[in-house]
């Protein structure tokens, strides 16, 4: 049972524009919540989080937003830019569990074309 | 530079034989982490440790093995009984949150596991 959807395996945007990548999640105890950027033969490297006190949360290019009584958060990314192009993985986590473990959805290849 | 070294990049295993992959970390972490990302899936939780000389299984934990004897070093090792062993695994780590603080794990650069 996936607690953490990613439904869109890959997305295709042109240079310039805004990408949109979605995540759904079932938990409702999930409270922290990430995005990470993949690229093949690499690990993860950490992009933003947004805690669910908050709704939304901007760093540069990228912002993140949480809806969280649709259990939806979505990562925008505004200029994309072809460097852009990778793996997106959208992660949650139940910090009131008393650990930190993240439940990671499937990813999303994001191709931004020049 | 501050990170996390994962070792070797690529391992081959024959059929029926133990293996050890390698993590250490300089960041000064408390938790570390161990997934593994089979192609088309999200990363999946093997092992993680909050603290050394202590840690719990994840989500996959069967046919893996951890030990947590320093706090830079977070070794896994993949043994006989794991039926299915071929995939990426990644090493991870973080400051382990107190009082609700949020704090991002960091990841490295994986080693890919093949048997012969």
Known sequence: ?114 | DGGITQSPKYLFRKEGQNVTLSCEQNLNHDAMYWYRQDPGQGLRLIYYSQIVNDFQKGDIAEGYSVSREKKESFPLTVTSAQKNPTAFYLCASSIWGRGGENQPQHFGDGTRLSIL
Not at chain 1, 11 to 31: A, H, K, P
């Open chain 1, 1 to 114: 049972d996936q607690q953490v959807k990613q439904n869109s395996p890959s997305l295709s945007v042109q240079e310039g524009r805004i990408s949109i990548l979605n995540c759904d999640y079932t938990n409702s105890m999930f409270d922290y919540f990430l995005w990470y950027k993949k690229y093949p033969a690499e690990g993860p490297t950490f992009l933003i989080s947004i805690s669910s006190i908050k709704d939304k949360n901007e760093d540069g290019r990228f912002t993140v937003f949480l809806n969280k009584s649709a259990k939806h958060l979505s990562l925008h990314i505004v200029p994309s830019q072809p460097g852009d192009s990778a793996v997106y993985f959208c992660a949650a986590a139940d910090t009131g569990a008393g650990s930190y473990q993240l439940t990671f959805g499937k990813g999303t290849k994001l191709s931004v074309i020049p």
